[in-house]
């Protein structure tokens, strides 16, 4: 069993930056994904951004400027690392984690990431 630890929300500024992390506890076996996504009230959750185990990176264009994922494999850990933020940045943003052995995906309680003056 996996489970997914957030953690670096708050509140900044319109234009600040804050980093995401997620940490994977319990053995992970072969390839796997780590992601991000986010959602507001009453809307989808979309897709941020995800890294493979292998280093390759899907994220959404209209953030893929200014949101950069990254990971730490030995660790089992994925970071979010966001900058000038803005206000419509502010949702819940949820760790996602496939793995293949077996197939499975682990989701995080999520994270608060206001953005307002």
């Known amino acids: 069993q996996v489970q997914l630890v957030e953690s670096g929300g708050g509140l900044v500024q319109p234009g600040g930056s804050l980093r995401l992390s997620c940490a994977a506890s319990?053995?992970?076996?072969?390839?796997?994904?780590m992601g991000w996504y986010r959602q507001t009230p009453g809307k989808q959750r979309e897709l941020v951004a995800t890294?493979?185990?292998?280093?390759?990176?899907s994220a959404a264009g209209s953030m893929k400027d200014r949101f950069t994922i990254s990971r730490d494999n030995a660790k089992n850990t994925v970071y979010l690392q966001m900058s000038s933020l803005k206000p419509e940045d502010t949702a819940v943003y949820y760790c996602?984690?496939?793995?293949?052995?077996?197939?499975?995906?682990?989701w995080g309680q999520g994270t608060q990431v206001s953005v307002s003056s």
């Open positions: 319990g053995r992970i076996f072969g390839a796997n994904v």
């Open positions: 996602k984690v496939t793995t293949t052995q077996p197939m499975r995906t682990y």
């Open positions: 890294m493979t185990s292998g280093g390759i990176t």
